[in-house]
């Protein structure tokens, strides 16, 4: 049984690379996540290599077209193993629903499906040029809404959202966050962001950790010193 908060998410376009970390990891440590670009670059078999090292695996691809299209998508997912995917919120609500269906023959052993709500890397003047004329918190609380009303497992937001997404749609929403800083660290594109520590008390589950981690001069240390600061020891 893994119990970490810790998702370490795998942006590289060089598998050697990312292998080469991932082989100084220890799964008890972590999670792993990869995204579009190492899925369209090394596909399925990455996959497999990722699960053949004992890690649990977060397929961050944020499914979102026409419902056939997207319960297809994530029946795929199942297929794969993997421990958790996701489709984007704003997909719709019976665009998840049909995603939430697909997933119900594979049972304890579907991957838990989450949606994007507003990405970290978004402010509320961001969405003002999307015509979105409410706040980043507003947007995601509303998004979140739905994702419930779905039945999924939870959400991805900011974990500036976090205490008020835990006291509105309850503890077994599960709620993971990027942007994730632990303080000192460069934010990059991120827009809303948190500290590690900061981001458990205010109530995330999981925390997606990339640039901090993979981009440090220590990788590994850095790792240890985010899992030593959580108290996960
Ligand atoms: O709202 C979102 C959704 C997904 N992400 C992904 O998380 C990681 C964050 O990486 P950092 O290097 O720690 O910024 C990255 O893979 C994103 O695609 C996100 O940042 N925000």
Redesign the pocket.
């Known amino acids: 049984m893994i119990d970490t908060p810790i998702v370490v ?1 795998l ?1 590289y376009d060089n598998k050697s690379e990312a292998l080469g970390l991932i082989d100084q990891l220890d799964p008890q440590m972590c999670r792993l ?1 990869i ?2 670009e190492m899925f369209t670059l090394f596909g399925p078999q990455l996959v497999t290599e990722i699960h053949q090292r004992g890690f649990e695996l977060f397929l ?1 691809l ?1 499914f979102h077209d026409i419902p056939n299209t997207v319960a297809k998508a994530v029946t795929s997912a199942a297929e794969l193993g993997v421990w958790m995917t996701n489709v984007h919120a704003s997909g719709g609500l019976a665009m998840m629903q049909a995603a939430k269906k697909a997933l119900l023959p594979y049972g304890d052993k579907a991957p838990l499906l989450i949606a ?7 402010s509320d003047e961001e969405l003002i040029l999307l015509g979105i004329t409410c706040t980043a918190a507003e947007q995601v609380k509303r998004l979140a809404q739905l994702t419930q009303q779905a039945g999924l497992d939870g959400i ?3 974990a500036q959202e976090a205490r008020t997404m835990k006291s509105t749609f309850g503890d077994d929403f599960t709620l993971v966050t ?4 632990p303080a000192g660290s460069d934010k ?3 827009h809303r962001v948190m500290t590690p520590v900061d981001a458990i008390a205010a109530g995330a589950d999981y925390l ?8 440090a001069k220590n990788p590994l240390q850095a790792l240890e010193a985010i899992y030593t600061s959580l108290n996960c020891r």
């Open positions: 998410a942006d996540k995204g579009k961050d944020k994007v709500t507003v990405l970290t890397s978004m991805v937001c900011s990027p942007g994730i800083r990059g594109d991120q997606v950790i990339g640039r901090p981690i993979t981009q």
